[in-house]
């Protein structure tokens, strides 16, 4: 450009000067040895310029001769790039439209000339999926793993198709070996929560679940109820190791989750099954005098039989609050048949029959009028069973 715009000024130049030159009587002489050349200002100005012009197009025409082969050489290159490029984008259409041998045909043969051979071998490894070749689906995989193994696409496609095998453990084993930097993601935090649930992996459940909370992708309540399955198991856990790891799990959790009726339940059921209720009594009773916190009356089925009797006498003066409770009805008789006190536990079973009948309470009814002899009595309870 510049070239031109030299040689446009210079022709400019030539047109303004040249009238003014070719009255003018000099001339230019050159000379070497015997050769010599003799010309008006005006002709050899002329010489220059044409000289100039030739020039330019000789360096032209050179440029483009030697360029001429490169260009020929990557044209059929840049021709399988094209086509690489056309095919990639078929193979997304083809998978979206169910045609997943099409689409893994073309999405593997052209990933190596590909701008995205990641994308490539991703659409391939679906297609594979659908057609149900695994074999060839995780070598897919592996060679997009070749690319760039931390790429979240990669573990997210990988994660769902392991899930979609339905082998959990091994879901479970693959995640366990990869980076931490992209198991933070909170996409793929959100497909690897189900999993770390079904292998009861807690702390991990825990720590994902808030993790989602944070990022938006689980609901308050969808938290909670994560966070309070997660707390029972670990309850459990504690308390196969000792009485003294079930307190101190239970003292760990904040007072809004230790307040939690549904925690404070399964943390009194396994306290009362390896010590006995003296060290939740206090705390039980008091919460039981609410009417919403019936759930707990259960935790009555396993007391020892030293606490029986303490433990009836203290549930029967709550019946005030329990009056239509069929729970705490059935759960007094449960008490006085642990005592064998056969004709109180027929009169608190009639009372639990008389709220809502069933074939479980007519069932236990009928053995304590066997136990009481009531064999009549004990015949008729049976047949009202059958009617439920």
């Given at each position: 450009m510049i070239r031109l715009l030299l040689l446009a000024i210079i022709i400019c130049a030539g047109l303004f000067l040249g009238p003014m030159l070719v009255d003018q009587k000099g001339y230019v002489?050159?000379?070497?040895?015997?050769?010599?050349?003799?010309?008006?200002?005006?002709?050899?100005?002329?010489?220059?310029?044409?000289?100039?012009?030739?020039?330019?197009?000789?360096?032209?025409?050179?440029?483009?001769?030697?360029?001429?082969?490169?260009?020929?050489?990557?044209?059929?290159?840049?021709?399988?790039?094209?086509?690489?490029?056309?095919?990639?984008?078929?193979?997304?259409?083809?998978?979206?439209?169910g045609r997943f041998a099409l689409a893994e045909k073309n999405s593997a043969r052209?990933?190596?000339?590909?701008?995205?051979?990641?994308?490539?071998?991703?659409?391939?490894?679906?297609?594979?999926?659908?057609?149900?070749?695994?074999?060839?689906?995780?070598?897919?995989?592996?060679?997009?793993?070749s690319i760039k193994s931390d790429d979240s696409a990669l573990i997210a496609t990988h994660l769902k198709m392991l899930r979609a095998d339905g082998d959990t453990e091994q879901s479970a084993s693959w995640l366990a070996t990869q980076p931490t930097s992209v198991l933070e993601q909170p996409e793929i935090l959100a497909l690897a929560l189900p999993i770390y649930q079904q292998t009861k992996q807690w702390p991990l459940v825990l720590s994902s679940a808030t993790k989602l909370l944070k990022n938006k992708l689980l609901s308050q309540q969808e938290h909670a109820d994560i966070e309070i399955e997660a707390h029972l198991a670990l309850l459990d856990a504690a308390a196969d190791e000792s009485l003294d790891n079930l307190h101190a799990y239970y003292k760990k959790l904040t007072r809004k989750q230790r307040n939690n009726i549904n925690l404070y339940r399964r943390y009194a059921e396994l306290v009362v099954k390896l010590k006995g209720i003296s060290e939740v009594e206090a705390s039980?009773?008091?919460?039981?005098?609410?009417?919403?916190?019936?759930?707990?009356?259960?935790?009555?089925?396993?007391?020892?039989?030293?606490e029986l009797q303490n433990c009836c006498d203290k549930l029967i003066a709550l019946e005030s609050v329990f009056d239509d409770c069929v729970l705490f009805y059935s759960t007094v008789a449960h008490l006085y048949t642990g005592m064998r006190q056969w004709d109180l536990a027929k009169s608190w079973y009639m009372k639990a029959i008389a709220l809502e009948p069933s074939a479980t309470l007519y069932h236990k009814l009928a053995f304590a009028q066997q136990q009481l002899g009531e064999e009549t009595g004990a015949l008729a309870s049976f047949n009202h069973s059958l009617k439920y």
């Open positions: 002489l050159i000379a070497v040895d015997d050769w010599t050349i003799e010309s008006s200002v005006v002709v050899m100005v002329m010489v220059i310029l044409i000289f100039y012009a030739c020039l330019q197009f000789l360096e032209w025409a050179l440029v483009n001769l030697l360029s001429l082969w490169g260009r020929t050489r990557y044209w059929f290159g840049w021709r399988k790039h094209q086509l690489a490029q056309q095919k990639t984008l078929s193979s997304l259409l083809d998978l979206a439209g052209y990933a190596s000339l590909s701008d995205q051979p990641m994308l490539n071998y991703l659409t391939a490894a679906n297609a594979a999926q659908h057609l149900g070749k695994r074999e060839q689906r995780d070598k897919y995989l592996a060679s997009a793993a039980y009773f008091k919460l039981l005098r609410k009417k919403e916190n019936a759930c707990l009356i259960p935790v009555l089925m396993n007391v020892k039989s030293d």
